[in-house]
């Protein structure tokens, strides 16, 4: 039997419109102060001052700081989930192009968002925050999969999903040491990434995928 989800948060999800925007500020907010500060520096009371609203107002629907950066990282998530999906034009006629251009738009929300890289990769990062970005990874690794198969031909390639998630992880190895040297992710870094991550994938898919007939751009 398979068991459920564990929650990873215990923030409280609001479910008037009213509460919505306010929780949609104060991520704002946590995202502002986390581009200026450390994780272990934002305090709620940070947070409240910078909202200008009261304390408890804080507490109704975030009972901790972990609360609040859970559900900051299910956010940056959910955003680069639909980056994830956006239009390449011209379309890659090469998998190898097709991950580079990829990590690249990825690259490019992650060092536009300092809030995220923190979160992501600072040394301070919670094991639910982890936990969150690895299912999240794993939801990349499947979008990435349809996404060949849609470009691709992929017969035979029955494990590409586990592939691709474990080239995201190569990935992010690499972004890591870029992120603790350079406070970002460079283009030097962004290069090696990529070279590991089709070093790795070569293992298992050949050097050409023919385009799927029925792919439209």
Not at 87 to 94: C, G, M, S, W
Request: aromatic share 8%; proline share 6%; with cysteine.
């Amino acid at each position: 039997m398979t068991k459920p989800a564990q929650k990873l948060s215990s923030a409280r999800q609001p479910q008037r419109t009213r509460g919505k925007e306010r929780v949609r500020h104060l991520l704002d907010v946590t995202e502002d102060l986390l581009a200026e500060h450390t994780d272990t520096e934002v305090t709620l009371a940070m947070i409240a001052e910078r909202a200008e609203v009261p304390l408890p107002s804080v507490y109704h629907f975030f009972p901790n700081r972990n609360a609040i950066y859970v559900e900051l990282a299910r956010r940056f998530h959910q955003e680069l989930a639909e980056l994830s999906g956006s239009h390449i034009a011209p379309p890659p006629d090469r998998w190898q192009t097709l991950l580079l251009t990829r990590q690249s738009r990825g690259r490019d929300y992650l060092n536009g968002r300092p809030a995220a890289l923190r979160l992501f990769m600072g040394a301070g990062v919670s094991a639910e925050v982890r936990t969150l970005d690895l299912r999240g990874n794993s939801s990349l690794a499947r979008v990435r999969a349809e996404e060949f198969r849609r470009r691709f031909i992929c017969t035979g390639l029955d494990r590409l999903e586990d592939w691709l998630a474990v080239s995201i992880g190569v990935m992010d190895g690499v972004w890591m040491i870029s992120y603790a040297e350079h406070g970002r992710i460079t283009d030097h870094y962004l290069q090696e990434a990529w070279r590991a991550s089709v070093a790795y994938l070569r293992i298992y898919l050949p050097e050409e995928l023919l385009p799927h007939p029925e792919f439209s751009s």
